[in-house]
C-alpha cells in the first residue's frame, strides 16, 4: 500500500503564511498551493489566523462603498416629491379638472394616466392633464393614488 503525503508539508504552510499575510484570498492562496479553498480555510483556522476585518466589517465596507458611488434611488426621489405635494395646502374634497381627456391610443409619458369612468364604456378615457415630474399622474391625482398612511409602515433599522 502507497504511503499518502501530507497535504500540509512545512513548504506549503510557510507558503500559505507568506501569501496570507500578503492579503490574498483564500482561494488565490488555494490555486497558488495546489489545494483547495476549504483546506486553506480550515488550516488558517488551526493556525489562528485571522484577517484584521471580520467577514461582517469587510460586507458592511463593502456595502458602503457600494451605496457612496450608487445614485439616488427613484423611489427615494418620488417619496421626496410626495411629501412636497401633501405639505403644500389643500382642499379636503378636490375635484380635478380633466381638461385634457385622451384615449388609450392618444396616451403617453407627458399625459396624466388616471382613468375615468369605467373601461369598457364609450365614455371611457384618460385625465390627460401633465403628470408630475417621475409619476404617471396629474398633482390632484398623485393626491389620490398616493395617500399618505394607506399602507402600514414598514420599521427598518
Not at 492562496?29 to 483546506?39: K, Q
Not at 484584521?52 to 439616488?72: L, V
Not at 379638472?97 to 385622451?102: A, P
Not at 403628470?131 to 427598518?156: E, F, N, Q
Request: hydrophobic letters at 30%; one cysteine or more; aromatic letters at 6%.
Amino acid at each position: 500500500m502507497l504511503a499518502k503525503e501530507p497535504t500540509w508539508t512545512d513548504e506549503r504552510v510557510e507558503l500559505l503564511k507568506s501569501r496570507f499575510a500578503a492579503g490574498l484570498s483564500c482561494r488565490e492562496i488555494a490555486n497558488d498551493i495546489g489545494v483547495s479553498r476549504n483546506a486553506v480555510i480550515g488550516k488558517l483556522s488551526r493556525l489562528n489566523l485571522a484577517r484584521e476585518k471580520s467577514g461582517e466589517a469587510r460586507a458592511a465596507a463593502r456595502n458602503e462603498k457600494a451605496q457612496e458611488n450608487r445614485p439616488r434611488s427613484v423611489p427615494r426621489q418620488q417619496y421626496q416629491l410626495l411629501r412636497k405635494l401633501y405639505a403644500e395646502a389643500q382642499p379636503a374634497e378636490e375635484t380635478i379638472n380633466s381638461e385634457h381627456r385622451c384615449s388609450l391610443l392618444e396616451l403617453s409619458a407627458e399625459k396624466c394616466r388616471w382613468p375615468i369612468n369605467t373601461p369598457g364604456t364609450e365614455d371611457f378615457c384618460f385625465c390627460g392633464n401633465s403628470p408630475l415630474k417621475g409619476l404617471p399622474y396629474c398633482a390632484g391625482h398623485t393626491r389620490l393614488a398616493y395617500r399618505p398612511g394607506s399602507r402600514p409602515r414598514v420599521a427598518r433599522g
